[in-house]
T-cell receptor, first 113, second 114 residues
Framework: QKEVEQDPGPLSVPEGAIVSLNCTYS??????FMWYRQYSRKGPELLMY????GNKEDGRFTAQVDKSSKYISLFIRDSQPSDSATYLC?????????????FGTGTRLTIIP | DGGITQSPKYLFRKEGQNVTLSCEQN?????MYWYRQDPGQGLRLIYY???????QKGDIAEGYSVSREKKESFPLTVTSAQKNPTAFYLC?????????????FGPGTRLLVL
């Protein structure tokens, strides 16, 4: 079993819909939870991150962490065609450091105009 | 314009050949990293370096080598010992101690085997 599981999709939704992306994990030591957006043939860019449990909102994006269920989500409201990309979740233990980052496989999202 | 540059964008390797991927940053970041991305497997850490002239193996270092002679540069060599090198290679950097906010990825190099 992988430490981080992410549905690879692909996921297609109409423009304006609410998108829900999810990851589950098995390592209870994870404390930092990140979401990256990766456009085709480009490097990932950090979208949002959360430390420990709770919600975080940034514009149309909301990140949620439920440590009791070992489940994280990214919600995109009023989805736009420019949101079409692969979304990667990543997790880190007590101190953020790339040597400890564990990535999900990524979910490919397409927003249909 | 600050950022990370990777070259070349595409690289072709013949069997038995060593090839070197370039990664340069002008962000004055201390730490630099190499990841490999394969379809369905996410990003996996190959090597990382937190200071000049020092580097550590990541999860999949076999068949790869690196050097860190300058703060700005962290080249990755894919040696002939790497039997399945076809992948998308990503370089990243961050300040030390690392933080989520200061981490940046380069645009990547796609390596293909002839």
């Amino acid at each position: 079993q992988k430490e981080v599981e992410q549905d690879p999709g692909p996921l297609s939704v109409p423009e304006g819909a609410i998108v829900s992306l999810n990851c589950t994990y098995s390592n209870s030591a994870f404390q930092y939870f990140m979401w990256y957006r990766q456009y085709s043939r480009k490097g990932p860019e950090l979208l949002m991150y959360t430390y420990s449990s709770g919600n975080k909102e940034d514009g149309r994006f909301t990140a949620q962490v439920d440590k009791s269920s070992k489940y994280i989500s990214l919600f995109i409201r009023d989805s736009q065609p420019s949101d079409s990309a692969t979304y990667l979740c990543a997790m880190s233990q007590e101190g953020f450091g790339n040597e400890k980052l564990t990535f999900g496989t990524g979910t490919r999202l397409t927003i249909i105009p | 314009d600050g950022g990370i540059t990777q070259s070349p964008k595409y690289l072709f390797r013949k069997e038995g050949q060593n090839v070197t991927l370039s990664c340069e940053q002008n962000l004055n970041h201390d730490a630099m990293y190499w990841y490999r991305q394969d379809p369905g497997q996410g990003l996996r850490l190959i090597y990382y370096s937190q200071i000049v002239n020092d580097f550590q193996k990541g999860d999949i270092a076999e068949g790869y080598s690196v050097s860190r002679e300058k703060k700005e540069s962290f080249p990755l060599t894919v040696t002939s010992a790497q039997k399945n090198p076809t992948a998308f290679y990503l370089c990243a950097s961050t300040l030390d101690p690392p933080s989520v906010e200061t981490q940046y990825f380069g645009p990547g190099t796609r390596l293909l085997v002839l």
